[in-house]
């Protein structure tokens, strides 16, 4: 009777040791991102994160392709949510400066979290920037060079 109790509660243990869990407790139900300007056609890039897999956008839209990216991509986009700031996460459906305005450009974020879609547009003139966000969006550039 001990050795089954040992047994079941390994066996729990271990399943909860497997269990998926983003080091800053952020878990959307899709994760979308990505950066642009208004009067550029190929100047917009656009991810999707879903169900474990990363998608490019369709012509620079925020519609998706239905192919998923390599997994060697979708980890390196995976960093994002694992690093998404908090102040953020305080601070939805914001807009941070004036994205876009005079064709700079803009950084996209969007998200569903329990349901609720949450957007974020910030002006990419570090500036404009809160400086609780100003390296995660220094990343964010980074990592959507890198998946090009």
Known sequence: ?????????????????????????????????????????NCNHYYLIENGKLYADSMGTTTFLSTPMSNDKYILAKTLVNDFPKYLLDNPNQTYGCPNC???????????????????????????QPSAIKSYIQQMNTVIEQLR
């Open 1 to 41: 009777m001990k050795s089954s109790a040992t047994l079941l509660l390994s066996v729990i243990i271990l399943f909860s040791a497997c269990k998926k869990h983003d080091s800053n407790g952020f878990n959307p139900e899709y994760f979308q991102f990505g950066n642009g300007g208004g009067f550029c056609l």
């Open 102 to 128: 005079h064709d700079q450009g803009k950084v996209y974020i969007e998200c569903k979290i329990n349901g609720m879609i949450e957007k974020w547009n910030i002006d990419p003139d570090t500036a404009n």
